[in-house]
């Protein structure tokens, strides 16, 4: 079974605080993606990345970024952390070809509260 | 750029009855993959069908069936014989299947969340 880790669970940071976010995957993934989930919006694409130090932007990367130095890792880094960036955020991993129709693979989800 | 649009923020269903939830999308695309995400209160997202928009054939699993009308850009999800442990949130998401690495990503739509009745 593939398996997409984050680290943390539960986080309480306070106004500008530096945050790292962590995911790992086992099943080594060419693509890995962090969206954001929030009420009434869905899930969101931060970033994602398709190779070791590469990465995209998505639809919402203002405040975010990211860094991918190992293919089974990549991290999401909030420089200085605001209130309205307390949400669920979900890493998620798959193979690189979209054209096969790769399942892409969720982590469990890491709660945020900037305080 | 493709957006996905779920318009029943919420659902219920009696247990054994059945329910249909409503996705539409938009693309300029006409190869593409469609799915279904159920989100439980856990929050680990479990994929629960998937559709390529290639195929004419509605997918089905076991008790989860699709109605993919390509035309019309609906992509409705079915329940029969709905179980408690169906509660949950329900996404619709698009991907694309060109095959450069933008494609690679997940479109979802704003979520259904769907309560079972005993």
Redesign the interface.
Known sequence: DVKVTQSSRYLVKRTGEKVFLECVQDMDHENMFWYRQDPGLGLRLIYFSYDVKMKEKGDIPEGYSVSREKKERFSLILESASTNQTSMYLCASSLLLASSGNTIYFGEGSWLTVV | AQT?T?SQ?EMSVQEAETVTLSCTYDTSESDY?LFWYKQPP????I?VI?Q?AYKQQNATENRFSVNFQKAAKSFSLKISDSQLGDAAMY?CAY?????????????????TQLTVNP
Do not use: D, H, I, K
């Open positions: 996905v779920q923020p993959y856990s929050r680990q997202m994929l998937r390529e996404f991907r694309s299947a060109r095959g450069e690495t933008s494609g690679s990503r997940l479109t979802f739509g704003e979520g």
